[in-house]
């Protein structure tokens, strides 16, 4: 009896313990990380200007009637050089013909440069680094020799004398600028793919058996794919930088096509009675690439420690 009476007791003691202990259900995360979102926004007003700049342009290149329904290549000569305005937001130029028009459909060309260029950059100098990276060697040696090449001579130059080769037009400045920038995407890709390898789970993928073409599409390159879009990212300002500076010379499409660098250059002439030909265009294209910037250094480091 008494027996009985001390053993229940101390079930129901142990029992009661482990079912308070027992954790309840994690809910989910959602909501967690939606605030966690809206403080990191929240705190970076920046941040949150240079996405609503960066969302506009690419808008403005795809859908370029949502900002205007003046056509860019139609001038009318009495309103020439009317200066910002309710009628011209942007003024006019020598032809009559609205500078913000063709701002905004400007925006087409320059975006389809940038992207070309991002891209062809991404691209081989992303192979480059990869093989330099996981086949090492002297397939290495030789393709590092190489991108050393391309970094001694200093990109503006090396875009100059490609375009020079290749001839004039968009597609070609956008070709040129993207392979001036493939030794630092090369060099970046290079450097993650080395850290990468040496990894312990990349050794226990090869221990495995893995064969290398698995080791390097599962493990290696998506592990190593985090700063080098980062990298396209900030790219993407400079891109549009180059190609700017580029339609500026003269090497982008041919006129009428109202590139923003091209709009840059044909308003230079008339700096004294028409600021704005070449001021706002140039605000412009300042505005897109301290924007792509902004957005490249939040990616970079910023919202890492804020996880």
Same mark, same amino acid.
């Given at each position: 009896?008494?027996?009985?009476?001390?053993?229940?007791?101390?079930?129901?003691?142990?029992?009661?313990?482990?079912? $308070?202990?027992?954790?309840? $259900?994690?809910?989910?995360?959602?909501?967690?990380?939606?605030?966690?979102?809206?403080?990191?926004?929240?705190?970076?007003?920046?941040?949150?200007?240079?996405?609503?700049?960066?969302?506009?342009?690419?808008?403005?290149?795809?859908?370029?009637?949502?900002?205007?329904?003046?056509?860019?290549l139609l001038g009318v000569p009495a309103d020439n050089f009317q200066p910002p305005g309710v009628h011209h937001w942007f003024g006019s130029d020598e032809l009559g013909r609205d500078t913000y028009s063709r701002v905004v459909h400007g925006v087409a060309l320059s975006l389809k440069a940038t992207l070309i260029a991002v891209t062809v950059a991404f691209a081989v100098g992303g192979a480059l680094g990869l093989v330099a990276g996981f086949v090492g060697r002297w397939?290495?040696?030789?393709?590092?020799?190489?991108?050393?090449?391309? !970094?001694? @001579?200093?990109?503006?130059?090396?875009?100059?004398?490609?375009?020079?080769?290749?001839?004039?037009?968009?597609?070609?400045?956008?070709?040129?600028?993207? @392979?001036?920038?493939?030794?630092?995407?090369?060099?970046?890709?290079?450097?993650?793919?080395?850290?990468?390898?040496?990894?312990?789970?990349?050794?226990?993928?090869?221990?495995?058996?893995?064969?290398?073409?698995?080791? !390097?599409?599962?493990?290696?390159?998506?592990?190593?794919?985090?700063?080098?879009?980062?990298?396209?990212?900030?790219?993407?300002?400079?891109?549009?930088?180059?190609?700017?500076?580029?339609?500026?010379?003269?090497?982008?499409?041919?006129?009428?096509?109202?590139?923003?660098?091209?709009?840059?250059?044909?308003?230079?002439?008339?700096?004294?009675?028409?600021?704005?030909?070449?001021?706002?265009?140039?605000?412009?294209?300042?505005?897109?690439?301290? $924007?792509?910037?902004? @957005?490249?250094?939040?990616?970079?480091?910023?919202?890492?420690?804020?996880?």
């Amino acid at each position: 009896m008494s027996r009985s009476l001390v053993t229940e007791p101390a079930t129901q003691a142990g029992l009661e313990p482990q079912a $308070a202990a027992t954790p309840p $259900a994690p809910g989910p995360r959602l909501g967690v990380d939606v605030r966690r979102l809206l403080r990191f926004f929240l705190s970076r007003p920046g941040l949150v200007l240079s996405l609503v700049v960066v969302v506009l342009v690419v808008l403005a290149a795809f859908w370029p009637t949502l900002f205007t329904a003046r056509d860019p290549l139609l001038g009318v000569p009495a309103d020439n050089f009317q200066p910002p305005g309710v009628h011209h937001w942007f003024g006019s130029d020598e032809l009559g013909r609205d500078t913000y028009s063709r701002v905004v459909h400007g925006v087409a060309l320059s975006l389809k440069a940038t992207l070309i260029a991002v891209t062809v950059a991404f691209a081989v100098g992303g192979a480059l680094g990869l093989v330099a990276g996981f086949v090492g060697r002297w397939v290495e040696d030789v393709l590092m020799r190489f991108v050393d090449v391309l !970094l001694s @001579i200093p990109a503006l130059f090396l875009s100059l004398a490609l375009v020079t080769a290749l001839g004039y037009g968009t597609v070609k400045v956008a070709v040129a600028v993207g @392979i001036a920038s493939v030794a630092s995407f090369a060099r970046v890709m290079r450097a993650e793919v080395l850290r990468v390898r040496q990894a312990v789970f990349v050794e226990a993928a090869r221990s495995s058996g893995a064969r290398w073409y698995s080791v !390097l599409g599962r493990h290696v390159l998506p592990n190593a794919m985090g700063p080098v879009i980062v990298l396209a990212t900030l790219d993407f300002g400079t891109a549009v930088l180059a190609v700017s500076s580029l339609s500026f010379l003269g090497y982008g499409a041919a006129p009428p096509a109202p590139e923003w660098g091209t709009l840059v250059s044909d308003g230079r002439n008339y700096l004294a009675n028409a600021w704005w030909l070449s001021t706002l265009p140039g605000l412009t294209v300042a505005a897109t690439v301290l $924007a792509t910037n902004r @957005i490249a250094r939040a990616l970079d480091g910023e919202w890492a420690k804020q996880r």
